[in-house]
């Protein structure tokens, strides 16, 4: 039976309709906001997998081409590995849903957002996540729902919830969350260096405007009446625990204070060892021990950060590891840097191209071009692990996105650096937050290369740990801290504002108060890491490296472009050969010429001036002889551009045949006495040196 409920959000009519599409999924979701719809489905499997200890779920976000009545480019012509853009908003929904089911539901369970019409107004990932959530609470599939997801950009200083896009491309912050009734539950989001009130603001409109959408799953949960299904919950085996309790409770109390990340492994591992002979002689069962073992050692975290405020290795709760900064690591990129931070650590390299190195992006808003990359690699030795090297998974993009808009908003305008510019993050060692360290790298090998930045940035993690009403929260946590606290906070910005955010909470939301002491403890954290950053390098080097190439632009009538191409290509093409230098020619006449050699840069530049050239009446230009007429001769008097000398014009006395003053492929000197409005341009030799 077909159920349907409509609210009204910002201004705009927000559909949800069930049992008309899809009606063999466990649940499914029509959305609907504008022409933007999504068809959002939920299915999981009857029986739960054996043998593993954590939920098996996928969640994909899928565009198809129709949606924005566009074939697919490519040979195949049809839809192929989700794109960065759907594997982002993928994990946009991933995230806010995975910590809601409960804990022993091991079924295979897989949630598909497929964008079937885009109007390309209203944004359909708002709406995947809204109706992800949705679709599971009108299932059986158990879930602690709902969640509802808002967009806020602040536009002309005004904060405006669910923009549209042309909205979303003038804003100065453009922020995506997840909330429900209680709190914000995800954050992800960017700015043009925002105060941390703005960003407060922005999420506190974000979350009041969310509960309209939680109204509305309610309410179709209201209609459907469907009965979720029982989760037993494991049951640990009391023998077990008690001899961890018993015999090696407070070993965990000393093993967090071991500060290496690798001894601390082999303490536990040892530890771990000695369970299982202590468990073989009493002749109990192991199975669980990973199970146990984990919750006592997050509790032992845990517990001496809340009652001490003393987390593993001894450090304060606001206190920043060491940090190593240097620039111009690597002697042939043309910007690297490597920063460390406690036992995380990035080489980072800045790579300058031109326009020709840009990346084509199809998507269904038409054909873009992105001129700053920011890739993120994270090999497996950066965790002491061996592993098969595999392409970026959707960790690599979700950071490097993260770390490229952070960087993004401090980048000059391509007015002032027409460079396309290639940052590579590769992971060298990592315990916490690699994707901040990806921030701040970057950020000093973009000095390290010269690129005019607005200003240097720093990003850091910061961790929470709950108890009741009582908190605290941890500046740049390790990954044990992230693994076991109740908030992983990322926040990127530069001494005066914020340029990216992020944020994933495990409880069930976090109050204002918390978020304002995280932002406000974020600040001073990053205003610490930028000075470290500065004992490397304070601002951006006065000069490009040698190695880089130099671009130099010219500007020409856009109706000699044809002239500086040539048939088929021809004069560029020899341009391009004859110099070494790579070119660029914009429809507006714009031309950007690029080349490590300058001497090459120029020899092309002087090419494409005799391209395109104008005569100048009065002029006196050495010229060639191309034809012999009998009324005439045909002189170019530069590449491309030749000029009638008249039989009248070559001499002072009377010229019964050209061929007596000249012949084909004499240099002649000759002056431009008229160009008529076709451009036809008639030359004189008299007056002048006939020699």
Do not use: W
Not at 176 to 191: F, T
Not at 421 to 441: F, H, P
Not at 470 to 499: C, N, P, Q, R
């Amino acid at each position: 039976m077909k159920k349907y409920c409509k609210v009204e959000v910002a201004g705009r009519n927000v559909s949800f309709e069930s049992g008309k599409i899809a009606k063999q999924a466990n649940g499914a979701v029509m959305v609907r906001q504008g022409d933007t719809m999504v068809l959002v489905t939920a299915v999981s499997a009857r029986k739960g997998r054996e043998g593993i200890d954590f939920f098996p779920l996928t969640v994909d976000f899928q565009e198809k081409t129709y949606a924005a009545g566009k074939i697919p480019g490519g040979f195949f012509k049809r839809e192929g590995r989700l794109s960065d853009r759907e594997t982002l908003t993928s994990r946009l929904i991933d995230r806010p849903l995975r910590p809601l089911f409960p804990k022993g539901f091991t079924c295979e369970t897989q949630i598909i957002a497929t964008v079937m019409s885009t109007d390309n107004v209203n944004d359909p990932a708002i709406l995947a996540l809204t109706g992800a959530s949705a679709a599971l609470m009108i299932s059986e599939i158990p879930f602690a729902g709902p969640v509802a997801a808002v967009r806020v950009a602040r536009v002309n200083g005004e904060l405006v919830v669910n923009p549209t896009f042309a909205e979303t491309d003038e804003s100065d912050l453009d922020v995506i969350m997840a909330c429900n009734r209680e709190a914000v539950v995800m954050v992800e989001g960017g700015a043009q260096e925002v105060d941390e009130q703005v960003m407060l603001e922005a999420l506190e409109l974000g979350h009041n405007a969310a509960q309209p959408f939680l109204d509305a799953q309610l309410e179709m949960v209201k209609q459907i009446g469907i009965e979720k299904r029982e989760v037993i919950a494991p049951v640990i085996n009391s023998d077990l625990t008690a001899v961890v309790d018993e015999c090696f409770g407070d070993r965990f109390e000393e093993g967090i204070k071991v500060s290496d990340k690798l001894e601390r492994q082999d303490y536990f591992s040892l530890l771990k060892d000695k369970v299982r002979v202590r468990l073989a002689e009493l002749e109990i069962s192991a199975d669980d021990l990973g199970e146990v073992f984990e919750d006592r050692l997050g509790g032992a975290i845990r517990r001496q950060i809340s009652t001490q405020g003393v987390r593993i290795g001894g450090r304060k709760v606001d206190e920043i590891r060491d940090i190593a900064c240097e620039v111009s690591l690597l002697p042939r990129t043309h910007g690297s840097a490597l920063f460390t931070r406690g036992e995380t650590q990035a080489i980072v390299t800045a790579t300058l191209g031109t326009s020709v190195d840009e990346q084509r992006i199809d998507s269904l808003r038409g054909n873009t071009f992105n001129d700053f990359m920011l890739h993120y690699n994270f090999p497996p030795y950066s965790v002491g692990e061996a592993r098969f090297l595999r392409g970026p998974g959707r960790r690599e993009i979700g950071h490097g996105t993260l770390a490229r808009r952070a960087l993004k908003a401090i980048l000059p305008g391509a007015d002032k650096f027409p460079y396309t510019i290639r940052i590579v993050s590769d992971i060298t060692e990592s315990n916490g937050s690699s994707s901040m360290a990806s921030v701040c790298g970057g950020s000093l090998a973009l000095m390290d290369a010269g690129v005019p930045i607005k200003a240097p940035v720093a990003g850091i993690a910061m961790g929470l740990v709950q108890e009741g009403d009582d908190f605290i929260v941890l500046s740049d946590i390790l990954g044990d801290e992230d693994h076991v606290g109740d908030m992983d906070f990322k926040v990127a910005g530069t001494k005066d504002g914020i340029t990216a955010i992020q944020m994933d909470i495990k409880i069930n939301g976090i109050s204002r108060e918390i978020m304002a002491k995280a932002l406000a403890q974020a600040k001073a954290g990053r205003l610490h890491i930028l000075g470290e950053m500065a004992a490397a390098l304070t601002e951006p080097r006065a000069e490009l490296s040698d190695y880089a190439p130099r671009i130099m632009t010219i500007m020409i009538d856009p109706d000699k472009i044809r002239d500086v191409i040539g048939p088929g290509g021809k004069n560029i093409r020899a341009i391009t050969e004859k110099s070494g230098a790579k070119i660029d020619i914009d429809d507006s006449g714009e031309i950007k010429i690029a080349s490590v050699d300058g001497q090459a840069s120029e020899m092309a530049i002087a090419l494409i001036r005799d391209l395109t050239q104008e005569a100048e009446v009065g002029k006196v230009y050495l010229g060639t002889v191309q034809r012999i007429m009998d009324f005439g001769a045909f002189v170019q008097i530069f590449p491309g551009t030749d000029g009638l000398l008249h039989i009248s014009q070559i001499a002072e006395e009377r010229v019964r045949d050209v061929r007596d003053f000249m012949k084909e492929g004499d240099e002649v000197m000759v002056k431009v006495i008229e160009v008529d409005r076709q451009g036809k341009i008639r030359l004189t030799r008299k007056g002048m040196d006939s020699k």
